[in-house]
């Protein structure tokens, strides 16, 4: 049960190592295209359709006539990585073993949506890759195994992501073989340290650049490459979204948001940021050099 890229190594992985996938439940196709009209199954409804398995894509499992459904599968667990869609006590008791969910943090700090964008987001200096035994709760079962992966002064969510999708896989296939094999364990979350992952809002992804140094480079990582943290700038007499993608932390000291060199360094609420890789709206993802040779940004302008 998944829906995003993020879901697809363990998919992959789980029939590589010989289990049978009765079947795979992802959210519905959505709308995209440029027009929006174009109805994009999930790359987890790819994957199973490359390897031949059902695919199911309920909008919702409260119903009795899909909790009936996902009985008479008869099967022996579910999986569960990131699939959006909440499992009520019917699902969650409609397996033989139960549900196992590949969830990425060091449970319980960081239970819900975005457990990756929030540990960079707050400065964390490592976090992991978790498969729980699921309850009621949100993201409250006892953990079977975990991977502890450090999280680098320059790591951007998106690189995390990368990380915690392939340490995710093999811990899934780990934890599957001891279950089938009646030695798995499980150990209960501790009750202190939890914290919440909210989902990001768009009020977030603006730069606020009176924040200290620290603070502003771990929202522009933690933002990178999804949604992306933005701000505004004249380019040419007219203002624009400027989207940051990676940045450094510098030692320049300045009026927040003012350009302090020829090299795009941005003071902060203490310290500065030095922009690495930025968007224009509608274009590229490119270095600040190339964004410089095609940008006139003097020292003295302000970023908003």
């Not at 009520?88 to 008791?93: E, T, Y």
């Not at 990368?162 to 089938?180: I, K, S, T």
Request: glycine residues 10%; contains cysteine.
């Amino acid at each position: 049960m998944g829906t995003p890229d993020f879901s697809v190594p363990t998919l992959r992985a789980i029939s590589e190592a010989g289990h049978e996938v009765v079947a795979v439940y992802s959210q519905p196709p959505r709308a995209a295209g440029r027009r929006g009209l174009e109805l994009t199954p999930s790359p987890v409804q790819r994957e199973a359709e490359r390897l031949g398995i059902e695919v199911r894509t309920p909008l919702s499992l409260k119903g009795e006539a899909e909790q009936a459904a996902f009985a008479q599968l008869k099967a022996d667990v579910a999986v569960v990585v990131a699939y959006g869609l909440l499992l009520p006590k019917a699902i969650l008791q409609g397996t033989r073993l139960g549900c196992y969910n590949g969830h990425a943090s060091l449970l319980p700090r960081w239970r819900g949506a975005a457990p990756i964008q929030r540990a960079i987001m707050a400065g964390d200096a490592e976090t992991g890759m978790m498969v729980m035994r699921m309850e009621e709760g949100l993201d409250t079962g006892p953990v079977a195994r975990l991977e502890k992966v450090a999280i680098g002064p320059d790591m951007t969510a998106g690189e995390l992501h990368d990380r915690l999708m392939a340490a995710g896989a093999l811990l899934m296939v780990d934890a599957l073989a001891e279950l089938e094999a009646g030695k798995l364990e499980t150990v209960p979350q501790p009750s202190e340290g939890v914290t919440y992952a909210k989902k990001i809002d768009k009020a977030e992804t603006r730069i606020d650049w009176t924040l200290p140094a620290t603070a502003v480079d771990n929202n522009i990582r933690g933002l990178s490459p999804f949604p992306g943290a933005w701000c505004e700038i004249e380019i040419g007499g007219r203002t624009e979204r400027l989207k940051i993608l990676r940045s450094q932390r510098a030692a320049g000291q300045g009026e927040p948001g003012t350009v302090l060199d020829d090299r795009l360094e941005i003071a902060c609420g203490d310290a500065a940021v030095r922009l690495v890789e930025v968007q224009r709206a509608g274009g590229k993802t490119v270095t600040a050099d190339e964004f410089l040779r095609g940008a006139k940004i003097e020292k003295g302008m302000k970023l908003s």
